[in-house]
């Protein structure tokens, strides 16, 4: 308004003296206007600053921001939030985080929308300092349109257990936040595409995060496995929906390319993850090591750790570099064919492998000792 009025003054030139005067007083009296209603704003906004910077220890930054949120003029609510918090054993920092990420909830009557929430999961078993945690890593969930009860009850139905419901909302609150229709949509979906309802729970009690995502994400990625060609009706789907669900397309597309630049094409790729859904979760640079130990050092075919893709897994300095520098020492003893191939080899359980391999040779002392050598060398790396 005042730049507006600012430009009639400026194209005002050529009218009378009157007509400039009268210009002036109008403008001089709404910026007088303006003022007064910004200068209220202002001490209204900076008594919210002020408290929150204050008496929840929020930075200047995030107080100005949480500002935009709540808005208050004295302290008389927010004293009694903080005060519940304090009563129920959350420390300083569990406030902070709550405050900084539901600043609303300073405006709240923590009797009606708080006390609630704490009270349910208390008669679940859980302890007060484990709700401290649930609350203050998710605050959002303290919002009154989330119910923790229907949420915790269609889990428990899944899993069976409230135990066993605990656990998995204790290491994922957010799942508090989850909207019931949508869950239950999604689980149609997967019933819809075979997946069978005993591998369902699987999903609620080890992959609940995959239950975080949209509608639309949930759909696309069903879909995206399935053209992958994976049985719905194996738990290893359940495996692949996670695992997909957890990365995002650039790390996928980045760790197919680290796999082709080993000489594995698109298929036998696909094949992997299809026979062990964890092949994709190595990062690009345990896919090198890998690759470059059986490859580059022992002379393997790449397509031996696709028709394997669970070696991907183990332990590079603890498992497979001692147990390759034991297979090069047979070889170049001519105790085992150089052209000799074997999984077991590598994934035996380690007394097995002491008792059928370190022991079956005479030379079984020096063995022993080059693979403890290799041993030790990981653990002084600290791996």
Same mark, same amino acid.
């Given at each position: 308004?005042?730049?507006?009025?600012?430009?009639?003054?400026? /194209?005002?030139?050529?009218?009378?003296?009157?007509?400039?005067?009268?210009?002036?007083?109008?403008?001089? $009296?709404?910026?007088?206007?303006? =003022?007064?209603?910004?200068?209220?704003?202002?001490?209204?906004? !900076?008594?919210?600053?002020?408290?929150?910077?204050?008496? /929840?220890?929020?930075?200047? #930054?995030?107080?100005?921001?949480?500002?935009?949120? @709540?808005?208050?003029?004295?302290?008389?609510? &927010?004293?009694?939030?903080?005060?519940?918090?304090?009563?129920?054993?959350?420390?300083?920092?569990?406030?902070?985080?709550?405050?900084?990420?539901?600043?609303?909830?300073?405006?709240?009557?923590?009797?009606?929308?708080?006390?609630? *929430?704490?009270?349910?999961?208390?008669?679940?078993?859980?302890?007060?300092?484990?709700?401290?945690?649930?609350?203050?890593?998710?605050?959002?969930?303290?919002?009154?349109? +989330?119910?923790?009860?229907?949420?915790?009850?269609?889990? *428990?139905?899944?899993?069976?257990?409230?135990?066993?419901?605990?656990?998995?909302?204790?290491?994922?609150?957010?799942?508090?936040?989850?909207?019931? !229709?949508?869950?239950?949509?999604?689980? %149609?979906?997967? =019933?819809? %595409?075979?997946?069978?309802?005993?591998?369902? &729970?699987?999903?609620?009690? /080890?992959?609940?995060?995959?239950?975080?995502?949209?509608?639309?994400?949930?759909?696309?990625?069903?879909?995206?496995?399935?053209?992958?060609?994976?049985?719905?009706?194996?738990? =290893?789907?359940?495996?692949?929906? %996670?695992?997909?669900?957890?990365?995002?397309?650039?790390?996928?597309?980045?760790?197919?390319? !680290?796999?082709?630049?080993?000489?594995?094409?698109?298929?036998?790729? $696909?094949?992997?993850?299809?026979? +062990? &859904? +964890?092949?994709?979760?190595?990062?690009?640079? #345990?896919?090198?090591?890998?690759?470059?130990?059986? @490859? %580059?050092?022992?002379?393997?075919?790449?397509?031996?750790? !696709?028709?394997? &893709?669970?070696?991907?897994?183990?332990?590079?300095?603890?498992?497979?570099?001692?147990?390759?520098?034991?297979?090069?020492?047979?070889?170049? =003893?001519?105790?085992?064919?150089?052209?000799?191939?074997?999984?077991?080899?590598?994934?035996?359980?380690?007394?097995?492998?002491?008792?059928? @391999?370190?022991?079956?040779?005479?030379?079984?002392?020096?063995? $022993?000792?080059?693979?403890?050598? *290799?041993?030790?060398?990981?653990?002084?790396?600290?791996?």
């Amino acid at each position: 308004m005042l730049e507006f009025l600012s430009r009639i003054i400026t /194209c005002s030139v050529r009218t009378s003296m009157i007509d400039k005067v009268c210009i002036f007083e109008t403008t001089s $009296l709404l910026s007088s206007s303006l =003022r007064c209603i910004s200068s209220n704003t202002t001490n209204h906004h !900076a008594f919210t600053v002020s408290y929150l910077i204050n008496s /929840c220890g929020l930075s200047p #930054k995030s107080a100005l921001a949480a500002s935009k949120d @709540v808005h208050f003029d004295d302290p008389h609510k &927010p004293d009694v939030v903080l005060s519940f918090f304090k009563n129920h054993g959350f420390s300083k920092a569990q406030i902070f985080n709550i405050i900084k990420g539901y600043p609303g909830v300073l405006l709240t009557n923590p009797d009606k929308t708080l006390l609630p *929430k704490l009270e349910f999961l208390q008669s679940k078993g859980v302890s007060s300092p484990d709700i401290a945690k649930i609350i203050s890593s998710h605050p959002w969930t303290l919002q009154r349109r +989330y119910c923790f009860v229907p949420i915790f009850y269609f889990f *428990k139905h899944l899993v069976q257990s409230d135990d066993t419901t605990i656990k998995v909302f204790k290491r994922y609150p957010g799942l508090f936040g989850l909207d019931l !229709a949508i869950v239950t949509s999604m689980l %149609n979906i997967l =019933r819809d %595409n075979g997946v069978p309802e005993s591998n369902i &729970p699987m999903l609620a009690r /080890c992959y609940p995060l995959t239950m975080m995502l949209t509608l639309e994400k949930f759909q696309k990625l069903v879909e995206e496995l399935r053209a992958m060609g994976f049985d719905t009706s194996t738990s =290893r789907f359940i495996l692949a929906m %996670n695992v997909l669900c957890l990365m995002s397309r650039v790390k996928w597309e980045r760790k197919l390319d !680290a796999y082709r630049d080993w000489g594995l094409s698109h298929e036998e790729i $696909l094949a992997a993850f299809r026979k +062990y &859904p +964890y092949f994709m979760t190595a990062s690009e640079y #345990k896919i090198m090591e890998v690759m470059c130990l059986f @490859v %580059n050092k022992l002379g393997w075919e790449p397509s031996f750790i !696709a028709k394997h &893709p669970s070696l991907m897994l183990y332990s590079v300095e603890k498992t497979l570099i001692p147990r390759a520098s034991v297979l090069e020492f047979l070889v170049s =003893r001519g105790l085992i064919e150089k052209s000799f191939r074997s999984y077991e080899f590598f994934q035996s359980p380690e007394n097995k492998f002491l008792q059928n @391999v370190i022991s079956s040779y005479a030379e079984s002392t020096e063995l $022993l000792q080059l693979y403890r050598e *290799k041993q030790n060398l990981s653990r002084c790396k600290g791996v």
